[in-house]
């Protein structure tokens, strides 16, 4: 099992940036495709980014495309999410997600059995 620690979240405002960080260990990193996902207050956690093994297949959820950007370094086991031109409605608390696997890419929570404990992101307008 690898474990996942996020980091990297903050307050910033409207149409700033942030990069999260999540740094795993524990496992064999180049094994896991991963994810990235959020949860709003009252609101039920939801799918942002995912990459795959190798890095070479990326997909977003239409509502960060073109503003967010998730990528990987297997050789330092980390996994980033870049966050550009930011809202208020992406505050939430994001979350990094492991899955082992041969290949793919994946988008639901219950297709990650690896997870971290979060980090805030909370953008003022």
């Known amino acids: 099992q690898v474990q996942l620690v996020e980091s990297g979240g903050g307050l910033v405002q409207a149409g700033g940036s942030l990069r999260l960080s999540c740094a795993a260990s524990?496992?064999?990193?180049?094994?896991?495709?991963m994810g990235w996902f959020r949860q709003a207050p009252g609101k039920e956690r939801e799918f942002v980014a995912a990459?795959?093994?190798?890095?070479?297949?990326?997909d977003y959820a239409d509502s960060v495309k073109g503003r967010f950007t998730i990528s990987r370094e297997n050789a330092e086991n980390m996994v980033y999410l870049r966050m550009n031109s930011l809202k208020p409605e992406d505050t939430a608390l994001y979350y990094c997600?492991?899955?082992?696997?041969?290949?793919?890419?994946?988008?639901?929570?219950?297709?990650?059995?690896?997870w971290g404990q979060g980090t805030q992101v909370t953008v003022s307008s």
């Open positions: 990459i795959s093994r190798g890095g070479g297949s990326t």
């Open positions: 997600a492991a899955r082992l696997t041969y290949s793919g890419l994946y988008y639901r929570e219950y297709d990650y059995n690896n």
């Open positions: 524990g496992g064999t990193f180049s094994s896991y495709a």
